[in-house]
């Protein structure tokens, strides 16, 4: 039995480009004839659900709870990484995608990690507008900290 991963032969900053070169986009007009499952409704998986039905798809959320607000996420108060420099601590996308691989003990798909790293600051906004509950400065500016 041969594995296929699906990654594509480019260096590891091109390989999502390249990846979304070569894939089949849905006709806008059939956008309601597909139903998208979603298993999770933590951040990603509210969040996916959410963005999903603005667009115009059927979506199902199932979650492992009794409630989506029983999520990891949700109860977790150690917070989520973006790659924001907002203290000037020189925050940057490599600098997320390094931190993200080794604390993975070096085993999750680099392509992946690196495209997170790449789109987490939007993720973050979109959060925001979406309403997520981030902890805010008296200023009203999301509350952050800086590890490692």
């Known amino acids: 039995m041969r594995l296929d991963s ?9 390989m999502w480009d390249t990846y979304k070169s070569d894939m089949k986009l849905v006709n806008p007009n059939n956008k309601r004839k597909f139903k998208v499952i979603v298993v ?3 951040l990603a998986g509210a969040s996916a659900a959410a963005t999903l039905a603005e667009l115009g798809y059927q979506v199902d959320a199932f979650t492992f709870h009794d409630s989506p607000r029983r999520a990891h996420s949700i109860a977790a108060q150690g917070g989520i990484n973006a790659a924001k420099n907002y203290q ?3 925050d940057s996308v490599h600098r997320l995608f390094y931190d993200t691989v080794k604390g993975g003990d070096f085993r999750a798909r680099e392509a992946n990690v690196h495209r997170l790293a790449q789109v987490s ?8 507008a979406q309403g997520v509950p ?13 590890f490692g």
């Not at 699906?6 to 091109?14: E, F, L, Q, R, T």
């Not at 600051?121 to 925001?128: G, K, P, T």
């Not at 981030?134 to 800086?146: C, I, K, P, T, V």
């Open 88 to 90: 000037g601590d020189g």
């Open 121 to 128: 600051v939007n993720i973050i906004d979109q959060m925001v």
């Open 6 to 14: 699906k990654i594509p032969d480019a260096p590891v900053a091109d």
């Open 134 to 146: 981030f902890a805010r400065e008296y200023g009203g500016l999301l509350d952050n900290r800086s």
């Open 40 to 42: 999770g409704t933590g």
